[in-house]
């Protein structure tokens, strides 16, 4: 049975860092699905972007993969492809419960898991990486240099699939953002001080860039389209894409 998320029901003297501990990932389903619009839709199109661009007997990465679930999609939609689908985390609560859940499933490519740093992971001969929610996680100074490894080890045609908390480039409309998405966090049953004590927890671990940011650099580093196929409030995706000739 699911878990609820209450884990910041109670008012805290301080309030820590957030962290993908044992405590997270026992509520991390409920979490996700009542803070995150969209979810679903992205975890879907995850799935139908894998029919369309996992080619045979590449690699499919999913960095940050978290409990596993944009590696099921994957897996899911690549029967009719042999490929190696690889989940990569470096939160062991989170990979150990990752491993039970797909386990569980009779997948057409098995999803093989690492503990690892993104920054350590080496992408070679992938047809697909995915990075759902994680890039936000990782030092404002590491992220072009994960993104140009990505881009290295992508095959001509390859794409990556970016999933982000943006930011809106003005004060004014990101407030509003910033609003809508906590009346849609109170819409799911979270109390305004878990949605305060939340929001803290998160200020110094969370750190977002504008849609702009995100498109300016994944142009540098060589990709040569970036769309951006989803937003919701503060929330998008984007497919970026490396060039079939290069």
């Known amino acids: 049975m699911q878990k609820p998320d209450n884990l910041f029901a109670s008012p805290m003297n301080t309030v820590s860092d957030f962290s993908f501990d044992e405590h997270v990932a026992d509520v991390f389903p ?7 619009p969209g979810y679903q839709t992205i975890l879907h199109t995850i799935g139908e972007l894998a029919k369309t661009h996992i080619t045979p007997h590449s690699n499919v990465f999913d960095l ?5 679930a944009a590696s099921l999609a994957a897996a899911r939609n690549s029967q009719h ?6 989940g990569v985390d470096n939160s062991a609560a989170m990979l150990e419960r990752c491993e039970r859940i797909t386990a569980s499933f009779h997948l057409p490519n098995p999803i093989a898991l690492r503990c690892e740093s993104a920054m350590d992971t080496k992408i070679e001969n992938a047809s697909m990486v995915i990075m759902n929610f994680t890039l936000q ?15 290295d080890g ?6 990556l699939v970016l999933s982000e908390k943006i930011q809106h480039p003005s ?3 990101n407030h509003l953002l910033v609003d809508l998405h906590h009346q849609f966090k109170r819409n799911n049953g979270y109390s305004e001080l878990e949605v305060s004590q939340k929001r803290a927890a998160l200020e110094n671990v969370m750190l977002t860039d504008t849609f702009a940011t995100h498109q300016a650099r994944l142009k540098r580093v060589g990709f040569s389209d970036v ?10 995706s984007m497919v970026a894409i490396k060039d079939p000739n290069r």
Not at 30 to 36: K, L, W
């Open 171 to 173: 004060e004014q409309g």
């Open 227 to 236: 769309v951006m196929w989803f937003k919701c409030y503060n929330f998008c």
């Open 30 to 36: 409920d979490m996700i699905q009542r803070s995150v």
């Open 154 to 159: 992508l095959n001509p045609g390859g794409i």
């Open 137 to 151: 996680f990782i030092a404002p100074e590491q992220r072009e240099t994960l993104l140009g490894r990505i881009f």
């Open 64 to 68: 940050g993969c978290s409990l596993g």
């Open 81 to 86: 492809t042999q490929c190696n689908i690889i």
